[in-house]
């Protein structure tokens, strides 16, 4: 590696970091729930599209739907209602459908994310 490329990549890292720091918590909160949503969705087999049953994974669903949970209840007091509510009502959303599409049912209380959300039915 060349010095200049050197300085070009320590540069592109600092204008990252300056970009990442005028971006409000709440904004990030929101793109990172909203990407571990979407990503649980198409896990549980809710992709639009005729490879859908394809992309169904409920081992990285559990995953991703435990982290997301996890994510939504901390943040939810920091950063209000009409920011936590949506992602709630997402989160929900996906504990269903993971409970619909799974041939093993979880006991009540023991499906993903439920030890932070209680039980979903």
Do not use: W, Y
């Not at 979407?38 to 549980?44: D, I, L, N, Q």
Request: aromatic share 2%; proline share 7%; net charge negative.
């Amino acid at each position: 590696m060349t010095q200049e490329s050197v300085n070009h990549e320590s540069n592109s890292h600092e204008q990252a970091a300056r970009d990442i720091a005028e971006v409000p918590a709440v904004e990030l909160i929101n793109t990172a729930a909203v990407h571990l949503l979407s990503a649980a969705a198409v896990k549980c087999g809710l992709a639009a599209g005729p490879d859908a049953e394809e992309l169904k994974d409920l081992d990285e669903a559990r995953k991703l739907i435990t982290a997301l949970a996890g994510l939504v209840t901390a943040a939810a007091p920091e950063i209000g209602s009409q920011h936590a509510a949506p992602l709630r009502d997402g989160l929900r959303s996906v504990q269903l459908a993971f409970r619909e599409a799974s041939t093993i049912p979880d006991a009540p209380g023991q499906g993903p994310g439920e030890k932070f959300t209680g039980p979903v039915n």
